[in-house]
């Protein structure tokens, strides 16, 4: 007969925490309550602890809330714990709780703090600013720990301001590589790749040993940019290093040399080391559909039925784009068909139906497009308004395209480029009036259209084409190649509109909102 006691029960609720045991919450509860341990703060905090590990944080609530003494290790291991688990609101509330009840926070709490600041994103800025404050105040006796200068630089840098990140990296003793990747996720994720590049190889200059991390990092910048040269030369320091078995890595590997548009690199990135990873599965298919390769992209995504690798919404939607853009019609309804009818887990989203109706748009079949798009069991869905409207400039219907253009300024009136797309239907079609109308309103919004740019990068570097410029020196050569591209472009077009095809869409497709 095994004989409880205090020292036990620890134990056995550190092992069961480490295990995430959930069947073991309670008998260890009933232990607690049987012992007449539950006014001990330590082994109260355990069992809570435990019930936050197993997806319990409810019961672990109630247990916290039962204690008849609350110390510091308990609200940290709580706020902590909660923060973990994703529930970043709650760990928030429990901390102003614990300020409200004048327990002062230690460096454990506030760094759970600021990983709840994190994981909210910038509604979390002034949480975040005031638990920083708190970190500063605690600097004045005595030092910081790294966890928690690395939590307020994540903080920041999550939440989108880049600025205050960079502000706190520039004036930390000690960078770890923690703090130098928070540092160049966060330009990344703001947009700034070239900053981050550029950090990295300061980052390499002052001798700090790169991880896995670090190198996704700056292969996606890399793929962002689509600097195909430098994104090679980190493919060469990624196998030198010996990360190029990281899965991770490998899906930015990939992804980078289809944003550059080298398919054949990622195919045999893919193609390196055998995996069943679905994150690296569905970036191949995405980069097959990206070039034309739908048939490709289909057959990978069958295969992974056939592997057993569990296909989300993601692969769905990544096989639905390949199929639009490749002209797949019934392939496209063949796995719209699977997700609407139920036979997959999967949840239909509204992008998904976003790619069926880019699908019917780019067969010319407006008309029913929009009564697709009408019959969708969602409120809106600004990427199905986005292909119609867009494929009735290419059409030339002046009509579905005003409705589309409203409907869009409605949903995303921030997105200046339907203002844009609209005045451009109604200038193909002579209507200068409203192509008039348009502008004025555009004038009257503030409503600046951008220039367009492009780049494509050579061996001689970096060439950067913006719109109406005529100072690059081989301009003739460029414009005479495009004549001869768009020629060919017409030429195909002219004999595929020979072909007659005609698309049956089933009846299932035609449902109401309300069924």
């Not at 435990?50 to 204690?67: I, N, Q, S, T, V």
């Not at 005595?142 to 920041?156: A, K, Q, T």
């Not at 002579?430 to 492009?454: A, L, Y």
């Not at 414009?479 to 060919?488: C, P, R, Y």
């Amino acid at each position: 007969m095994w004989e409880w006691d205090a020292t036990s029960l620890a134990g056995a609720l550190k092992s069961a925490a480490t295990c995430r045991s959930t069947p073991h919450v309670k008998p260890l509860h009933a232990v607690l309550l049987k012992l007449g341990l539950s006014a001990s703060a330590i082994l109260a905090t355990s069992l809570a602890h435990l019930a936050l590990r197993c997806g319990l944080p409810g019961y672990a609530r109630a247990l916290f809330d039962e204690m008849p003494r609350r110390d510091v290790v308990s609200w940290t291991s709580l706020i902590t714990g909660h923060a973990h688990q994703g529930l970043h609101g709650d760990s928030l509330a429990l901390l102003r709780r614990m300020v409200e009840s004048g327990v002062a926070p230690n460096g454990y709490t506030l760094s759970g703090g600021l990983l709840a600041c994190a994981g909210v994103g910038q509604a979390a800025l002034a949480t975040g600013k005031e638990i920083h404050a708190r970190v500063v105040k605690m600097s004045m006796y005595g030092p910081v720990d790294s966890v928690v200068e690395n939590g307020v630089l994540d903080m920041y840098a999550r939440c989108r301001n880049v600025d205050y990140a960079r502000r706190v990296f520039g004036v930390m003793v000690a960078r770890d590589i923690v703090a130098w990747n928070s540092m160049m996720a966060g330009y990344l994720g703001s947009g700034q790749a070239e900053e981050a590049l550029g950090l990295f190889v300061s980052m390499v200059s002052c001798e700090v040993g790169a991880d896995g991390f670090s190198y996704a990092i700056i292969v996606d910048a890399c793929g962002e940019l689509a600097l195909l040269k430098q994104g090679m030369q980190v493919h060469a320091r990624v196998l030198g290093a010996g990360f190029d078995s990281d899965v991770v890595v490998r899906n930015s590997l990939l992804d980078m040399y289809a944003k550059c548009g080298c398919v054949d690199s990622a195919e045999l990135v893919f193609n390196g080391t055998p995996s069943l990873d679905a994150v690296l599965w569905t970036t191949m298919i995405s980069a097959y559909g990206r070039f034309g390769r739908a048939q490709d992209a289909v057959c990978l995504f069958d295969r992974m039925a056939r592997l057993g690798i569990k296909r989300d919404g993601v692969a769905y939607l990544a096989v639905l784009s390949a199929c639009s853009h490749g002209g797949l019609v019934r392939e496209g309804w063949h796995y719209f068909k699977f997700l609407f009818d139920g036979q997959s887990s999967v949840k239909l989203q509204p992008e998904h139906y976003g790619c069926m109706a880019d699908l019917i748009c780019r067969r010319g079949h407006l008309e029913d497009a929009l009564e697709f798009i009408e019959s969708m069991p969602f409120e809106s869905s600004i990427a199905a308004w986005s292909a119609l409207l867009n494929s009735c400039r290419i059409y030339g219907n002046a009509k579905l395209g005003q409705l589309g253009a409203s409907r869009l300024l409605e949903l995303d009136p921030e997105n200046h480029s339907n203002w844009v797309a609209l005045s451009s239907i109604h200038a193909s079609e002579g209507d200068w009036h409203e192509t008039w109308m348009i502008k004025e309103n555009m004038n009257r919004e503030w409503v600046k259209k951008e220039p367009g740019c492009s780049w494509v990068e050579l061996h001689d570097g970096v060439h950067v084409f913006l719109m109406a410029d005529q100072s690059h020196p081989e301009l003739v050569n460029v414009l005479q190649t495009l004549d001869s591209l768009k020629e060919d472009i017409w030429s195909r077009r002219r004999c595929l509109n020979k072909i007659e095809v005609k698309v049956q869409f089933p009846r299932w497709a035609r449902y109401s909102a309300n069924s």
